[in-house]
């Protein structure tokens, strides 16, 4: 990409109304445009980024065998009668009547339209278990609309339902989400710790929330601080280590503020222990048995010939949010540097010459370099702006590509002076360069 030709309307001060870091920088590099109150449009390097989050959190819900399906946006009353969340939800819930005065809604979840799926399918535990997710937005009619994306009305979610013939097996379902989600956030380079947790308008008695450390956060926390040393996730889905792995984690008391008792956190943890923090809540899982198919009447047929109602779990990724959130963790306001993680850059490399207005041999070499990386298939974007040089860095500097090339007069011959974003430079020739941005994605 040409930056002349790009869609990146770059701000030259952070917007006075954006609070936190994240949302100021969103904003400043043109990722997300506001359309109303907590209603954002995702523009072309935001929206980049966003997909690329979503593609890992995919890849992760696959390999523990949930089964992607896509459920609309717009959802009948019908069924949230049925399950009696149609009065509970409250004003949360977006209420829209269509031309035949039939009562609709914008789904705020879907734990009811994935029941109705299944039930209408579904009728031998010989088909257990199953998983179903999506990705697919999601509106709450929040109170206070806040922070950007972090807080908003419409946000995209990945939100997956598990199915299984008795609470064991459900746990099971429960505990291979588990994984799977230390596995996402790890691959996001986020440290999420799992906190035990409310279950709210959900419902169900086992939850935990996903939740990284910041200041900005809006999550208050409680816990023991050496559950963040533990590295070790574990990888087989097997019942009995995945059990361990939650255990190993469930040994230090790490819970958010609707569940902390102050006995119980003085009790079992030391004092030199103790953390009590703010954090973002990335994911949060819910396990809550046959409260949602006893009230629409989901069962199976059991191998004695009797029937019983499945029981279910849900498992909700603020794909949206977690934009924001990988920037509350990695930006840098004062220096004012970002750096994506590389498999979630919106480019791979930037190419940056120093261009000056009669003589173009610096563009002519860049785009040398551009077309020669182009051929490796590696996403690059030049800039051909005849800005000046410390402008163009400081511009890199909040846009976050992990690497970059920077031709100047000096730059004679084959070696390029070639960079990671916050680090020294170093001079490599192309092909070096090829070779590690090639041996870095196949990494991702
Ligand atoms: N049905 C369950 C699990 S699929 C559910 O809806 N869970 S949730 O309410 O906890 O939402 C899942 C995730 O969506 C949260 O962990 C959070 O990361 C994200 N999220 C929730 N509300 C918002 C919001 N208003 N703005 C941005 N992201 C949100």
Known sequence: ????????????????????????????????????????????????????????????????????????????????????????YGEEMLRIKDRQDREMLYGPTNEELVTDIFRSSIKSYKSLPQLLYHIQWKFRDEVRPRFGIMRCREFYMKDAYSFDVNDDDAVFSYNKFFLSYLKTFKRLELTAIPMAADTGPIGGNLSHEFIILADTGESK??????????????????????????????????????????????????????????????????????????????????PGGKKDFVKMGSYGIGVSRLVGAIIEARYDDQEEIMKWPFSIAPYEIAIIPMIN????????????????????????????????????IKKFNLIGIPYQIIIGKNSDGDLLEFKEIGKDPKNLKIEEIVKLLIKLKEKN
Do not use: C
Not at 366 to 386: G, L, P, Q, V, W
């Open 1 to 88: 990409m040409f930056i002349s030709k790009s869609f990146i309307p770059i701000l030259k001060n952070n917007p006075s109304e954006a609070k936190i870091k994240s949302h100021q920088l969103m904003l400043r590099v043109g990722m997300i445009k506001q359309s109303s109150a907590g209603i954002y449009s995702w523009l072309p390097l935001g929206f980049k980024i966003m997909k690329k989050i979503e593609k890992i959190v995919r890849e992760e819900q696959n390999k523990i065998g949930a089964q992607e399906i896509l459920m609309p946006t717009i959802q009948s009353s019908e069924i949230w009668k049925e399950s009696g969340r149609y009065d509970d």
């Open 221 to 302: 926390i409680f816990t023991d601080k050496r559950i963040f040393d533990l590295n070790n996730e574990g990888s087989v889905l097997e019942k009995k280590s995945l059990e361990d792995l939650r255990k190993k984690y469930e040994q230090f008391y790490s819970v958010t503020d609707e569940k902390f008792n102050k006995e119980e956190f003085e009790k079992e943890v030391k004092e030199e222990n103790r953390l009590i923090t703010k954090g973002i809540e990335v994911g949060h899982i819910f396990y809550f048995g046959d409260k949602y198919s006893k009230a629409l009447n989901a069962s199976v047929d059991l």
């Open 357 to 392: 207005k009669n003589d173009t041999t610096a563009l002519e070499k860049a785009s040398n370099i551009y077309e020669h990386f182009k051929a490796n298939n590696i996403d690059t974007i030049i800039d051909d702006t005849d800005e000046n040089i410390s402008s163009k």
